[in-house]
């Protein structure tokens, strides 16, 4: 088995482009972003995701025979970690949630007129997508119990039901919705994923959710989570994506590599933390000394950049291993990957914030609103304890019960101890007869 800590020099050099876009197009327009005209920026956003798309680097998370590059869990790695350094970055490398993981779900399941509707225009950039699963009276950690129905009646289907937290879905051309078809199936074929295009009679977009992030309400703001109400909202037979209980089998499509885009992002944001977390350091100063000579803020720094160089090679040795076995194989280590990482980048922010002082918690600095925003983390896309426990039930079914004494109890080791040192005196000629030291 090789190891190899090097990407090939081709694609190196798409990095190198990578960054170089990102901090001189993307980043220097965080201070104004909120404030540009919403259909200026349409025309801009086109023209960047024109560049990138003339790089080869446009929606690369998926495979060649569905439009992607085929570069595999590892590189797309690589490019989260860039993407990560600026939040709009998603939207204009063509791999914003929900987006990304909505295409690879119409990639596995949709027919190829589907596709032809929903996927490809999606995927091009001229559609933007929801996934409705959250509800807010069923715990979301817990996707076998869904109170949201699609009823057939003819042709067609009648949806009523109320999802909580779907991000995007106000301002989405289309929601993909999450329903229970087959009560029967429980706990893992009872459900179905449609497409309810956004204006459909009978789904109604009740709010935008005010959140930590966004704590002000603007309602049809990108990146908001909105709750719907679905009352007799009927969509025909073709809106159907796969068949009648296909949605977890669906679902889990649009789920494993996004763990791995999700942490190599976070941790793009908690590199771009730490570097503003040295700036200070070597530039404030306190009781005589730079922040950076004092013993505790040393601690801050050195333990974060250990913490992001760990998370980094556990995402990519999980990548990798992603790559070469697929994500069933790896699905423990996959919510292992989420649940640290989330846990390192507010770690990260949090010292960063802390040795900045009032100039970090204030919205002078963005590591305040990267706080808010990232924060959320632990909870969506699973809850950390939920990847926790999957994690020690994997490791703990690898593991035999015992009677009696632990199998490393060292009395009970003894005899054989003594059995192996016998034989091994023999073995190296030693003469019989001197015992083991007791």
Not at 255 to 275: E, K, P, V, Y
Request: hydrophobic fraction near 40%; proline fraction near 5%.
């Amino acid at each position: 088995m090789a190891w190899d800590f090097e990407t090939d020099p081709e694609f190196a050099a798409q990095l190198a482009w990578m960054r170089g876009f990102v901090d001189d197009h993307l980043i220097p327009l965080e201070p104004v972003f909120d404030e540009l005209p919403p259909d200026e920026w349409k025309t801009v956003k086109k023209h960047l995701q024109d560049q990138v798309k003339a790089q080869g680097l446009w929606g690369a998370f998926l495979d060649p025979k569905l439009g992607g590059r085929g570069f595999g869990q590892l590189k797309l790695a690589l490019m989260s970690e860039v993407i990560g350094r600026c939040m709009m970055s998603m939207t204009i490398f063509g791999v914003q949630a929900p987006d990304s993981g909505n295409m690879e779900l119409l990639a596995h399941g949709a027919t190829e007129a589907q596709k032809e509707r929903w996927l490809w225009p999606n995927l091009r950039g001229e559609i933007s997508s929801a996934f409705a699963l959250t509800e807010p009276f069923h715990a979301g950690a817990d996707p076998t119990v869904i109170g949201t129905t699609a009823v057939r009646d003819g042709d067609d289907w009648v949806i009523n039901g109320h999802k909580w937290f779907i991000t995007n879905a106000s301002v989405a051309d289309f929601v993909l919705v999450f329903a229970e078809t087959d009560p029967e199936g429980r706990p893992h074929r009872h459900a179905s994923v449609f497409v309810v295009p956004a204006g459909t009679p009978g789904m109604e977009i009740v709010r935008d959710i005010p959140t930590m992030g966004h704590p002000e309400r603007s309602f049809g703001r990108p990146g908001n989570h909105a709750e719907i109400v679905f009352r007799d909202c009927r969509v025909s037979g073709d809106h159907l994506i796969g068949g009648p209980g296909d949605g977890f089998v669906l679902a889990q499509q649009r789920l494993g590599g996004g763990r791995i885009h999700h942490a190599m992002r976070w941790l793009g944001q908690a590199q771009r933390a730490l570097d503003i977390m040295c700036e200070r350091a070597v530039s404030r100063t306190s009781h005589g000394r730079t922040l950076g000579q004092h013993q505790m803020v040393q601690d801050y720094i050195a333990v974060s950049h250990t913490d992001i160089q760990a998370a980094r090679l556990l995402t990519f040795q999980t990548a990798w291993r992603m790559d070469r076995l697929g994500a069933r194989e790896v699905r423990a280590e996959l919510g292992m990957v989420k649940a640290h990482v989330s846990k390192v980048v507010l770690a990260v922010l949090d010292r960063a914030i802390q040795v900045c002082g009032a100039l970090g918690y204030s919205a002078d600095l963005p590591i305040e609103s990267w706080y808010r925003t990232t924060r959320f983390g632990s909870i969506g896309d699973g809850p950390d304890e939920l990847h926790k426990s999957v994690l020690a039930r994997t490791l703990l079914a690898r593991h035999t019960p015992v009677e009696g004494w632990p199998t490393e109890h060292v009395p009970s080791r003894r005899p054989a101890a003594e059995a192996k040192w016998a034989e091994l005196r023999a073995a190296a000629g030693l003469a019989a007869g001197r015992a083991a030291a007791g």
